[in-house]
């Protein structure tokens, strides 16, 4: 790609608004999670959803070996959750001993809108990234309330209850 078209992809990108998630699963019994805004629903018949992870993070790694995976919508009010699990220190992601769990054992983040409990059913190599293929087994609502947004590198939430 050129690298003006390079930075104008970055801009469109960087314009286009999304949800925002944390994306949990289970390495050696030990919780893995990380923020991710490139969740989207795939199908309903199955019900499929696909994730974008960077290959070889903690993320990816726990969701192949385990073969599980929860996405958390996070509310407005979780933009400190939101920039902690996308801290590079992962170390004060969940609290130490204690970690509450989804009818698959998989971590739930707490204050989250609504879960999605997966499990794999395809990672496909893309570029630097693997696309994690999820079949929902369980969909929660948790909590009323607005969505957390990422918009322009900002996190963001609607004005008012549309
Ligand atoms: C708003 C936002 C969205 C993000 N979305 C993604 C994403 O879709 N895929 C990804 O691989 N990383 C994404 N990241 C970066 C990860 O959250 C970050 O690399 C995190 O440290 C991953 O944790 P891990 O390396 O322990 O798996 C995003 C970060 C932010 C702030």
């Not at 286009?16 to 969740?39: D, Q």
């Amino acid at each position: 790609m050129q690298e003006n078209t390079e930075q104008t992809f970055r801009e469109v990108m960087r314009g286009y608004p999304t949800g925002v998630t944390i994306v949990t699963s289970l390495s050696e019994a030990k919780p893995v999670g990380g923020t991710m805004n490139s969740f989207t629903s795939v199908s309903m018949t199955p019900p499929l959803v696909a994730v974008f992870i960077t290959a070889g993070s903690n993320t990816a790694q726990a969701i192949a070996e385990s073969r599980k995976f929860n996405v958390n919508i996070l509310s407005a009010s979780q933009e400190e959750d939101a920039r902690k699990f996308a801290d590079p220190d992962s170390a004060m992601r969940f609290a130490q001993d204690h970690f509450e769990s989804g009818s698959n054992g998989i971590p739930v983040i707490p204050g989250s809108i609504a879960c999605l409990e997966c499990t794999l059913e395809d990672q496909i190599p893309v570029a630097d990234h693997i696309m994690f293929l999820g079949k929902v087994t369980t969909a929660s609502h948790l909590k009323e309330g607005n969505p957390l947004l990422y918009y322009r590198r900002k996190f963001l939430e609607l004005p008012s209850d549309p």
